[in-house]
């Protein structure tokens, strides 16, 4: 068994029954909590494929928007500068740790011109886009 099957396998035996989950307003111990959810649907079998697809859907979405932000810097190389210059101000080395304060203090990085436009691009929302990244 996985360690996330395991979780979910905790987390149904112990939710009703455990006073750590009482005051937690985390997702699956509401729902194993919930009554009007049917006992049918709280399985272990549900649960976990209910949270893989939520793991997936949140790092499929991420791991798109970094690759359309890749593309466009690397199509762009005054943006591509802009950036390196960025992180290199706060990343001097590929091992200097960066904490993510530093990280939103990077004017660009945190800019519609790099994340939010990224991002729409994903939905495939070009032509509102690609105005702001010439």
């Known amino acids: 068994m996985g360690v996330l099957r395991n ?3 905790h987390i149904l035996q112990t939710a009703h029954q455990d006073e750590k989950w ?4 985390a997702l699956f111990p509401a729902l194993a909590r919930n009554p009007d959810i049917p006992r049918e649907d709280k399985t272990v079998y549900r649960f976990y494929n209910e949270a893989q697809n939520l793991i997936g859907a949140g790092t499929e979405t991420t791991a798109r928007t970094m ?3 890749v593309v466009h810097l690397l199509s762009n190389p005054d943006k591509l500068a802009t950036f390196k210059k960025e992180i290199w101000s706060v990343m001097p080395e590929p091992t200097s740790p960066i904490t993510w304060a530093q990280l939103e203090q990077l004017p660009y990085l945190v800019s519609a011109s790099c994340r939010d436009r990224s991002h729409r691009l994903t939905t495939g929302q070009t032509a509102v886009i690609t105005e702001g990244l010439r």
């Open 7 to 9: 979780e979910v396998t």
């Open 22 to 25: 009482k005051d937690v307003n």
């Open 67 to 69: 690759r359309i932000c």
